[in-house]
């Protein structure tokens, strides 16, 4: 599909949609390859789950929070201290959002039970 879609619009075919593009601009970066996608959310140092190509709105909602509320996260001491959390949620992802962090804390759990495959430490 990828070939035909260069062929037809003459340019490389998106990796989300746009109005999830603009939307995480203020809490990470994308990073796409060849064949998969990676994102990064500023402040995170949890490992970095390989992607597909183009990544739905719920997946990328999904890869937020497990990057914020997981393990490598570094929201979740915030939160048992009663500190001020980064994002600020509700978090807008196109067409699906994060609604508070026990919302996301939910959704990191979908992700981890989906076992991605995972970058090493960089």
Known sequence: MLPIHKTIYNRTSPRFSKEAEVDILSVARWFGEETFTYI??????????????????????????????????????FKEQKKAIWPTFSLQCGAFALHDFRHACKEEEIIKSMKLATFPRR
């Open 40 to 77: 990064r959310v500023f402040g995170s140092i949890a490992l970095l789950p390989v992607l597909p190509y183009y990544v739905p709105n719920k997946l990328l909602a999904r890869e937020i929070a497990y990057q914020t509320a997981g393990e490598g996260g570094l929201n979740r001491g």
